[in-house]
């Protein structure tokens, strides 16, 4: 398989939406804050390239508002608004950083590395925004204009800066030596601040394993939906079941009578004195309209209802044994303790881990409703 870096993100952060934009190739109009942080990359790559004379301030407030695009804002407030944030980004990175002072070996480099063996192989493609050459070795640099910044754990362990130091590592295999003296860096543009790490060749192979796992899943056309912060710019809404009926307005679908349920389930759940045969008859009948809409929430006047499956797992004793006796650690969860299991599993190597993973089979099942209130 060939994909790219930023597919297997988006496959990471919602497996429905990597099938619709890799798969089903439904096109969404680019988000603003996607307009917006394609600028500032752009207006990056201006400032640094390399020349006679590096661009100054002046240089750069100009390539930024050719580029600039108020089209895509919803109003002339917030494209001001916006238009100001970029102006102050540009403002404080010189103030921070003298482009002068960096020695540049690519921008925006693109790449593409093997990963896997024999008949499990697969290209991962990408762009890196900056790679400089340091007083000890290299510094690749990836631009993020996000609004929060991450921990330092988080930066230690991304899985981006972990590709693109893959990448570097195929173009200059001279380096591997030197892994330790070289930087992985995520710089937050809205922050101004820099987070920094580097990697060890576990950390390399953890992430290729990670990947691999991930285009398994894909080929097997593993596609849920995952609910995250991250929904609130999604343009696949209107198609996707965890939102689909948000948009019944514009769907005409919506009877007075099933409108009517919801809001009534969601009253009766938030109650003190449910009616619990009434509330069950309810259910029943909002599971069983989902169902013939193949819709996973509803949307109410008072909140959302979500259709809920809870899967509870135990372990093959067998296999468990198998795997903790040669460690010396099957006594410890000898009746098969979930907690004590979950403990030690805590302390294991990433492969057992794995493996431990493997050993866990399907208990049951069980559907309910969760009500949002709002």
Known sequence: MRISYSALDTYKSC???????????????????????????????FIHTP?????????????FSNSWN????????????????????IQDYFRQNNPADFNIVNLESRFQI????????HIISGIIDRIDRTVDGFEIIDYKT?????????????????????????????????????????YFLKHGMKLSASRTEEQLKENEAVFLEMIKLIEEGKFEPTISPLCDWCGYQNICPMWRHKFKEARKIDTEEIA???????????????????????????????????VERVFGSQGIIARSL???????????????????????????????????????????????EKAKIEDKKTSGLVVKKG
């Open 114 to 121: 093997e990963i896997g063996e024999k008949e499990n192989k």
């Open 310 to 356: 809870r899967v509870t797992y135990k372990y093959d004793e067998e296999k468990i044994q198998a795997i903790l006796e040669p460690l010396g650690r099957w006594q410890e969860v000898l009746k098969l303790d979930k907690t004590a299991l979950k403990n030690i599993t805590e302390l294991l190597p990433a492969p057992v881990k794995k493996e431990i």
């Open 146 to 186: 996000a609004k929060k910044m991450p921990t330092q754990d988080r930066v230690e362990g991304d899985m981006q800066l972990s590709v693109y130091l893959a990448a570097f590592l195929s173009y200059y295999p001279e380096e591997r030596k030197n892994l330790g003296k070289l930087k992985v860096s995520l």
């Open 260 to 294: 009517g349920l919801i809001d009534e389930y969601i009253d009766l759940k938030s109650a003190m004195s449910l009616t619990k045969d009434r509330l069950a008859k309810i259910q029943g009948d909002i599971v069983a309209y989902m169902g013939q809409e193949g």
């Open 51 to 63: 020349g006679i004379l590096s661009p100054n301030l002046e240089q750069a407030m100009e390539f």
């Open 70 to 89: 108020p089209a895509v804002f919803d109003s002339p407030e917030e494209e001001r608004a916006a238009f100001v944030q970029g102006v102050k980004i």
């Open 15 to 45: 497996p429905l939406k990597y099938k619709y934009q890799q798969i089903d190739r439904i096109k969404t109009p680019k988000s603003k804050e996607a307009v917006f942080g394609t600028i500032l990359h752009s207006t990056m790559k």
